[in-house]
């Protein structure tokens, strides 16, 4: 089994007995979004000032302790283009990095913001896929993600769920326990989550490069439904794919 912490380091950097105690428990991988080398577009994604001053001084005590660190940099209409200068960063620092496109769901107001456009998605893809990768998502009988499958998530109210993004909740810690979770919950889960499930799906070219997440579907017209996000995500790789390949 191996542990990764995903976090935006604010309360490792307020609190040195937490940061302390997360090392000497060595996880796999602490990851830890960075939104832009610019501070002031970064402090105004996570909407506190002074946030990227504390990332940036936990990713290097992390280092320093020899932990291993991911980088993220997710892409939205608030931060363009920025994953480049983050990703320049972390190779500087020589650790592992990541990024993706993707919008920002306030759970509150269940409202959608930081959207990229059609176009900005592409112009994203563009730069960013390996054109010899086709996902290759066709309807058969693998599951339709690791999350629930390989891994599983606990949030800081124990909740526990599929994957950190996912709100589909299997229980929460306090009184359910992982053998339970394992034997019972995971396999009924896993008979759902098939992608020939998906009774909408795969009758266009560009659904094999969709990249479907019953969780952001769930934001959309439900889980396992076809998703308009996720088949203007799947239309724009596809399209940013025909493009490199042509050239
Ligand atoms: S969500 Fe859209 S792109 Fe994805 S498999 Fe379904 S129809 Fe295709």
Request: positive net charge; glycine residues 2%.
């Amino acid at each position: 089994m191996e542990l990764d912490i995903l976090t935006n380091g604010q309360n490792f950097y307020d609190d040195k007995n937490l940061l302390k105690k997360i090392i000497d428990i060595y996880p796999s991988n602490v990851q830890l979004s960075l939104y832009s080398m610019d501070s002031e577009i970064h402090d105004y994604i996570t909407g506190v000032k002074g946030s990227q001053h504390k990332i940036l001084s936990v990713i290097k005590e992390l280092i320093k302790q020899n932990i291993h660190v991911t980088i993220t940099c997710f892409q939205t209409s608030y931060n363009p283009e920025s994953y480049i200068k983050v990703k320049e960063f972390a190779q500087s620092i020589k650790v592992d990095f990541l990024t993706d496109c993707r919008f920002i769901y306030n759970k509150k107001s269940k409202n959608i913001q930081a959207k990229l456009d059609k176009n900005q998605i592409q112009e994203y893809y563009k730069n960013t896929i390996n054109n010899d990768y086709i996902r290759n998502f066709i309807k058969d009988d693998k599951y339709i993600c690791e999350a629930g499958i390989l891994e599983i998530s606990i949030t800081p109210k124990l909740d526990i769920t599929p994957c950190v993004y996912c709100n589909y909740e299997f229980g929460n810690y306090k009184n359910l326990s992982l053998k339970e979770l394992k034997n019972k919950i995971i396999p009924k889960y896993k008979e759902k989550f098939i992608r020939k499930n998906l009774e909408e799906c795969f009758n266009n070219d560009y659904c094999r490069f969709c990249r479907y997440c019953p969780t952001t579907s769930s934001l959309d017209r439900g889980f396992m439904k076809k998703s308009s996000f996720l088949c203007e995500d799947a239309k724009a790789y596809y399209e940013a794919y025909m493009q490199l390949k042509n050239k």
